[in-house]
């Protein structure tokens, strides 16, 4: 294509509009320009030009005509933007040549269309941007500073193509607008120059004020918002209330939708409590204005959402109650034709609902939102909806727009001319890593009596994990966004190594547990800003491995340290929920260690058991209840035996609520121990017995040794002594397999509780023959 001669640069701009669809160009309006004749040529096609025919009336022409070479056919694909033009023949007479005419026809001088500067720069920023995204792992990238150099490189090199686009050349209005737009998000991804993308950003806003750019004026409002949110988080909440006012007088519905929605990103992304509270406020702005506007579509992720922050802002029984009413109402909505194409809302629904169960932990719930998770996982391979970014559109069939282009951003138009509101989420493969977590936890309970599936989830889930690290490294992005992806998948993966390695510790396989925590503190260590859940959880690992190996005194040390201690917890501002629930962990295990009267730390313990006692009867956690129980019918000396009974029974019956084989087990063998312990009777057997089976399926050898040292006093109690020894014996055989320290600990601080024997009451006796039945 040819370009007609204009000024040295070539900065005018061409008039005619043609759609976009160059790989590079994308980002910018095309334009296609008319070609007239050049020098007095008239264009014949892509390669070569023909002159008129003219006559000098001085000099007749030889044999009637005036001779050229013969015209090159047109040729049927368009030719690069910047082809040489051929010079036609010269008139004049040259036997030589096989031309034959006047020798005083002036020759014209070789026509060449100047270069467009313009559409070369946006071009050549296009490629650069694309040739930085282009390696082959950008996850290793980080790693090398050469590489690193070379990326930053490619970028600035394609900043500065555009900046030179804007600085010298004359655009028109949407033109400028777009390149200003593509030059600021650029500025924000990959760079700090947060001042200056503001600076480019403000003065695209005026371009599309005077011309009415809607589209354009709003995504550079989403973008100069995120811009603010980084250095000053209330000043981008300030200008995105104003931003949506100025939308809803317009009645730009769909807009005022992605600048709530962005409004509660930002929110939880902050998480404090009253960031919190403001998304739940957002989220149900958002309900209630898309009820009455009749989008379906966004009222259910908006509810969905809702349901989720409930979650996150705290765990009582209260805000479990409005996360699973909002959970029944995006329900009511599935039966929408448009609803149910959301797949991803499907398997979002999914993942909140059994949250919901796993925090008011009830097992035959529990089991039956997994398997409903399980069957909402389906659809993701069934689906094409899912892209390999893990974004989707919410589709908004009544709003309208003015001015609208299917490449905008938070909105865009389909090809049917309605909008759609577009989300980012999870890639699919990272859409299993949390199903895989999540199964994982939700099967725990059951994992010594399942076949250890809870285990293999877990180490699953890591594995795919890894694969897709490596499938999706290949995927051309920019560092930032990898660098997101990554930081991501070393969180989640962090957390699966931490419930594999509590699943270990649980049937007290301790030197596997430890190799999971050692990989967890790595991970911790490199990571920049650790989350404060994986902070608790990595220190509450230290203290159990440490109490489980007999480690006492560095069991100790970790449940006291200012992350876990209880009146550390107290003095944190604003602290969390999953704070106070491993703080009173750590405060009951702690209440174990000092128990014994010897411990120098005894004299504390009527103050830190007053002190929790409130904090654990109100936690909505019915496991930590349980436990309370039990640690307080085992170390309170001044209680009567009714006290221990109730507390005991509080304890059973709790455990049994949340399918806790554990704690049952804990609490018949100390029930066997301090009731029937001398006693003979059929009771006093089963419940021996009763604790035994308990421990061997959870396959824990501390409390299959302890219960069987019961079983053997009892068994020797009424006389029989052969059993009795087969019971010390199986005692003895795991004991032996417990860790060293573990076996010095037992031997070194034998447990103290009542040695006095309490005679046993019709009562008590009528209590424990109802306990043992139940079991």
């Known amino acids: 294509m040819a370009y007609p001669h204009q000024d040295p640069y070539n900065w005018q701009e061409p008039t005619q509009q043609t759609p976009f669809n160059a790989p590079y160009g994308a980002q910018y309006p095309q334009y296609q320009v008319p070609n007239p004749p050049v020098n007095g040529f008239a264009r014949s096609n892509g390669n070569a030009y023909q002159a008129p025919v003219q006559h000098d009336p001085r000099y007749p022409p030889i044999n009637g005509s005036i001779q050229h070479r013969q015209t090159v056919p047109p040729q049927q694909t368009p030719q690069r933007a910047y082809a040489v033009a051929i010079s036609p023949p010269s008139p004049s007479t040259n036997t030589s040549k096989g ?39 950008m996850a290793d990238i980080v790693r090398r500073e050469t590489e ?167 765990n009582d029984a209260e805000s479990i109650e409005q996360a699973q009413r909002a959970l029944a109402s995006v329900r009511s909505l599935q039966l929408h034709p448009k609803v149910a194409e959301l797949h991803q809302l499907a398997v979002l629904t ?64 389909e090809e049917d001319g309605s909008l759609v509101l577009m989300f980012n989420w999870m890639p699919n493969e990272d859409i299993y890593t949390v199903g895989y977590l999540l199964s994982g936890v939700a099967m725990s309970h059951r994992n010594m009596t399942d076949g250890q599936k809870s285990e293999h989830m877990l180490e699953e889930g890591i594995r795919r994990l890894d694969w897709a690290v490596r499938e999706t490294s290949k995927i051309p992005k920019s560092i930032t966004l ?26 007290t396989s301790w030197t596997v547990a430890r190799q999971q925590q050692v990989e967890i503190d790595g991970a911790l260590a490199a990571m920049t800003n650790p989350p404060e859940p994986l902070l608790l ?40 929920h999953i704070h106070l629930d491993i703080s009173l962990l750590s405060a009951l295990n702690t209440l174990l260690i000092i128990r014994t009267p010897t411990h120098p730390d005894h004299h504390t313990l009527p103050d830190l058991i007053s002190f929790v006692e409130q904090l654990c009867l109100r936690n909505p956690n019915r496991q930590i209840q349980s436990a309370f129980h039990l640690v307080s019918a085992t170390i309170v000396e001044s209680s009567t035996i009714l006290h221990t009974k109730q507390a005991l029974q509080n304890a059973l019956s709790l455990a049994k609520a949340t399918g806790n084989k554990h704690l049952i087990c804990m609490v018949l063998t100390f029930m066997s121990w301090k009731f029937f312990r001398g006693v003979v009777g059929e009771q006093a057997e089963k419940s021996a017995r009763a604790s035994q089976t308990l421990a061997q399926q959870c396959k824990d050898g501390l409390w299959m040794s302890v219960s069987a040292g019961v079983l053997r006093d009892t068994l020797e109690a009424a006389g029989r002594i052969e059993e009795a020894k087969r019971a010390r014996e199986s005692g003895v055989m795991t004991a032996s397999s417990l860790p060293d320290g573990l076996q010095e600990a ?26 043992a039945r139940q079991v």
């Open 537 to 576: 959880l990595g220190a509450y690992l230290e203290g159990v491995i440490c109490q489980g190996t007999g480690d006492i005194s560095g069991a100790l040390s970790a449940y006291q340290s200012a992350t876990l201690s209880i009146h550390e917890y107290r003095k944190t501002s604003h602290p969390s």
């Open 350 to 413: 999914s993942y909140v609902d059994l949250c919901c169960q796993l925090q008011n932990f009830d097992p035959k719930q529990a089991l039956e939102k997994y398997q409903v998770m399980q069957n909402a996982l389906k659809s993701v391979e069934e689906s094409h909806s899912w892209t390999a970014d893990g974004s989707f559109a919410i589709p908004i069939p009544g709003a309208r727009m003015p001015s609208c282009k299917s490449w905008s951003g938070a909105i865009r138009k």
């Open 482 to 507: 990898t660098s997101t992806q990554q930081r991501w998948r070393e969180e989640i993966t962090a957390y699966m190594r931490l419930h594999l390695a509590f699943t270990f510790c649980r049937r």
């Open 148 to 314: 690193m150099e070379e990326y930053y490189k490619l970028i600035a090199t394609g900043l500065g193509c555009l900046e030179a686009v804007l600085r010298h050349c004359k655009l028109v209005p949407e033109r400028e607008a777009v390149v200003r737009l593509r030059y600021a998000t650029v500025l924000y991804e990959e760079t700090e120059n947060t001042m200056e993308a503001e600076e480019v950003l403000s003065k695209g806003i005026s371009i599309c004020d005077r011309h009415r750019f809607f589209d354009l004026k709003y995504d550079m409002q989403h973008l100069l918002a995120r811009t603010l949110f980084q250095k000053n988080p209330r000043a981008a909440f300030k200008f995105l209330d104003s931003i949506v006012i100025d939308a809803e007088a317009y009645q730009h519905i769909a807009w005022v939708y992605a600048f709530r929605f962005l409004k509660v990103s930002l929110h939880l992304e902050l998480s404090s409590h009253q960031d919190l509270v403001a998304a739940l406020a957002q989220l149900r702005g958002i309900a209630a204005m898309s009820n009455d506007f009749g989008d379906r579509t966004v009222l259910a992720i908006a509810t969905t959402m809702e349901a989720l922050t409930c979650l996150r802002v705290s």
């Open 99 to 137: 031309y034959t005419g006047s020798p005083n026809v002036p020759q014209p001088a070789p026509a060449t269309p100047p270069l467009n500067y313009q559409l070369l720069l946006l071009s050549l920023a296009e490629e650069y941007f694309a040739a930085a995204y282009g390696h082959v792992s």
């Open 746 to 771: 037992m031997r070194s601080h034998p447990g103290q509780t009542n040695d006095v024997d309490v005679s046993m009451t019709d009562a008590g006796q009528e209590y424990e023959t109802s306990v």
